[in-house]
């Protein structure tokens, strides 16, 4: 991972490392991105001269400014691997808001939503995985869908919006369809559907 990479990664590290009550220093973010702590220290240099973290007795906080910048990275990896499998579509954009409305019918609630799992989310948004990734028994937090404006008005109406906690009851052979519990219904989902759904294991 190159230095520039490094940042993101590591803001993401730094509020999950503050959130369980722990002082995020170079060693401790070297450790959870399994990288230097001399690599490490070298980006965080550089994040503090942009102002997106604050070093304060050796350890860092993450500033208003780097939060924002947080987010960024983990919508444009949201979008980038479960909506196109590649960034050639964010380079181009610059008003998220109307294409996520527009080109992936992401409205209302649902994008509201959306925002709101990725400031909350625990940990790394790399840590993300597709519905289809979780065996039966296993539960996962939702955390978006891709589709058109039909897919994921479904889903909303099935009850299958960001935040909301899905088992994996049963699940087909040969990419067969997937059996899963939603606030004590159980629905089956096709395995194409149900692998853009972005789901962190919990």
Not at 110 to 127: C, I, K, P, S, T
Not at 148 to 158: C, D
């Amino acid at each position: 991972m190159s230095e520039v990479d490094i940042v993101p990664c590591a803001l993401e590290v730094i509020v999950a490392l503050r959130r369980r009550g722990l002082t995020p220093n170079d060693v401790l973010i070297a450790k959870e991105l399994d990288e230097s702590p001399y690599k490490v220290k070298r980006a965080m240099e550089e994040a503090v001269k942009q102002g997106l973290v604050e070093r304060k007795n050796g350890s860092y906080e993450v500033t208003e400014e780097g939060f924002k910048h947080m987010l960024k990275h983990r919508e444009l990896y949201v979008h980038d691997v479960f909506f196109h499998g590649s960034d050639r579509w964010s380079r181009v954009v610059t008003d998220w808001g109307r294409h996520w409305r527009r080109r992936h019918g992401l409205t209302g609630n649902f994008l509201r939503n959306f925002y709101r799992v990725l400031a909350d989310l625990d940990g790394r948004v790399e840590e993300l995985i597709p519905l289809t990734e979780l065996k039966p028994g296993e539960r996962g937090v939702v955390v978006s869908a891709a589709g058109g404006y039909g897919a994921v008005r479904r889903l909303a109406e099935m009850g299958l919006t960001p935040g909301i906690q899905v088992l994996v009851v049963r699940k087909a052979p040969l990419r067969g369809p997937i059996e899963v519990e939603v606030r004590g219904t159980r629905l089956a989902l096709g395995f194409g559907l149900a692998s853009r759904i972005a789901v962190k294991r919990v």
